[in-house]
């Protein structure tokens, strides 16, 4: 019913800048929280930054001043500014929302399929 689709990924160099989106789509009524998540080889998945509706905000300790999250509603997307990038930000980011589909009572969880991020010299 619903799909979140990540683009923006790549290959990038220490200090470069990359900016991550994720679009919703679906038989959507609202969307509640959206966030970025990222999980490195062998590392567990980690929240990186989280956005409420409203446009409060959530960050891990590690990317805070580097990286920002943002969304516009009107189009059911979330982006993450990444700059500053350093090697250990080096993992596939998984967008998240929590999204209450047409007809339904309550939301529910989602999660895109992932995009690559390498950051390498």
């Known amino acids: 019913q619903v799909q979140l689709v990540e683009s923006g990924g790549g290959l990038v160099q220490p200090g470069g800048s990359l900016r991550l989106s994720c679009a919703a789509s679906?038989?959507?009524?609202?969307?509640?929280?959206m966030g970025w998540y990222r999980q490195a080889p062998g590392k567990r998945r980690e929240l990186v930054a989280s956005i409420t509706r409203d446009g409060n905000t959530n960050y891990a300790d590690s990317v805070k001043g580097r990286f920002t999250i943002s969304r516009d509603n009107a189009k059911n997307t979330v982006y993450l500014q990444m700059n500053s990038l350093k090697l250990e930000d080096t993992a596939v980011y998984y967008c998240?929302?929590?999204?209450?589909?047409?007809?339904?009572?309550?939301?529910?969880?989602?999660w895109g399929q992932g995009t690559q991020v390498t950051v390498s010299s």
């Open positions: 679906g038989s959507i009524f609202s969307i509640y929280t």
């Open positions: 998240n929302a929590y999204i209450q589909v047409v007809g339904a009572i309550w939301s529910q969880d989602y």
